[in-house]
């Protein structure tokens, strides 16, 4: 089956056993930067600058003319339970705020009690003793859970101006000095304490709205602007920001300068943090990796915490999207130093540029998640959204007509050579499914191979393209050219119970020796499910056929797989090959695993051979067999045929003749 571009996975770093905990030093702790800078002339809070110097003084002023400690003793013990309430009162939206109008009446409802003894409070002792049992409090709440500077001097300022102003309502009604050491002494005067209640967690409400506590009188059903573990932007924060971005972009075209990027980042089995070290040492993963992902992201990037162990990042250019994926992909094959151990997490990432995967901020959201689904296939990597391109409805439409095409026998089979890079003599040739549609034309396989491989299709494609495959080999035996096929299995034909059983089938119906066979499995699939993957090839090489791992080098196969796994081919991906001339780094690589394949006993075929210079650079190395533009095209049956009779294949001297001869009794010579 054809090899599909569905995904561009970046090279990744060799995942390590997730959760392993090391000896050696690690990293220093590093608190993620801010995410956001306040403007200037403003404090951390959002307010400007001289309103929490200004409450600051009016606290400190109050201090001198009325001391706390000129309190009566019920007054101190008031004191002591607005503390003890403002401690364990929900915070103003905080993670879990209400998704209903009924459920943020109800935590309206549950800062109506704190409020009302803060009002007493405020009416029957000291100012600053007021401002102190509300506010201490939350300080220390806020430094014991690590909150970001700029939500505790929030909390700080909202709760300083709602006392300040129950003070200053209830001294109005009452006619009293604010200075006064008590406002209140007649219990018949309780409307008036409730009042300033009402004043100031009214203007508590208004203040934490103005200077952008999360969730604070906010719409029912709106998130948290900032999580509470990272101190990072929230999903809808993300979503507000990138329609921004999309909006200015501008006209469609190609992803580029001006066109935004999305990044999500999951991290592989993060649970296992949890269960093994605890919560609190999971909150302190997720910190590290913020700052992780802050310090790598590209100046104007936002990162942002969607819930759980997934982040997003945000680029305005998507050009550096790529890139920045590899990065941070490769930075998280680095310990992080959790409570004295390290502990090795690494991230997958799935990658959407705009607008060519997505022209609003949810569909990019959603190419992105498709994305970092395949990446999380093989753990560790990086991928770019590239499957289920253009329209929806022609998406569909394949999808319902592919079967049809199977049954009308729609789909063909071409193939590209593969030679002798010593000798240029051809070898054998790989299998390459197309569908000639009705309407539309020629279909690519990467349009419709990525829906057979998500749905029970890929079953009868595999079949179609093995029986005719193995029809056309058949013929070629016939006319003397003993050469081999090569055919693609889709990572889902690993879960095939059955498919021994189908080649084997299929070998035994056209006549053709299984040795004849080559079936290809992507580094991707062998590594994804290796146990399955390890019965599937045995079962395959029980039967004489060869297994090649396709695409090596793109994945996370290491030298215990191949020996675990026990192919008999290595395909060494184009990218490495392509380019392998005037970079040599590539050239060390192609060179290095064309030296363990052939001490390890394997064969190596190079893919992507598109001049002579490949060619002989690769000869050179020792590599078996090669395919690429410069080798051939792929073609139809009939013309690998000839090929194979006129380029010198493994067939004698007479395969032409014989070939000559075919084709006359045929009527086509």
Known sequence: MHRHPSSSTAPAVPPEPVGTLLTAPAEPAAAPAPARRPRAGRSPAGLPAPVPTALVLVVCASLVLTPPWRATPPALALAAAVAVVTWIAPRAGAPGAAASRRAALRRFATRVPPWCLTATLTAVSPFPLAVAARCLPLLHRGLRHGHPRERVV??????????LTCRLVTCALTATSPLAGVVVLDVRQWPVVLAGASAGLLAEALVASAVGVPGAAARPGRQPARDEVTGLPGREVLLEVAERALGAAGAPGPAGPGAPGLLLVDLDRFRDVNDALGHRAGDEVLHRVAGRLLALAPPGAVVARLGGDEFAVLVADGGCAEDLARRVVARAAQPLHVGGLQVLLPASVGVALAPEHGRSASALLRAAEAALYEAKEVRGRACTYAGERGDGVERLRLQGELARAVQRGELFVQYQPQADPATGALVGAEALVRWRHPELGTVAPDRFV????????????TRVVLERALADVAGWRACGCDVTVSVNLSARSLADADLAGLVAEALQRHGVPARTLVLEITETGLVSHPERAGAVVRALRALGCSVAVDDYGTGHSSLCHLTDLAVDELKIDRSFVTAMTTDRTRAVIVRSTVQMARDLGL??????????????ALAAMGCHVVQGTHVGVPVAPGEVLWLLATRGAAGGPHAASRLVATRRAAGTG
């Open 450 to 461: 990525p829906l057979a491989e998500r749905s029970d299709l890929v079953r009868d494609l």
């Open 603 to 616: 064969r190596v075929v190079a893919e992507g051979v598109e001049d002579a210079g490949t060619l002989r």
């Open 154 to 163: 929030a909390d700080l300022v909202t709760a300083a101006v709602g006392v």
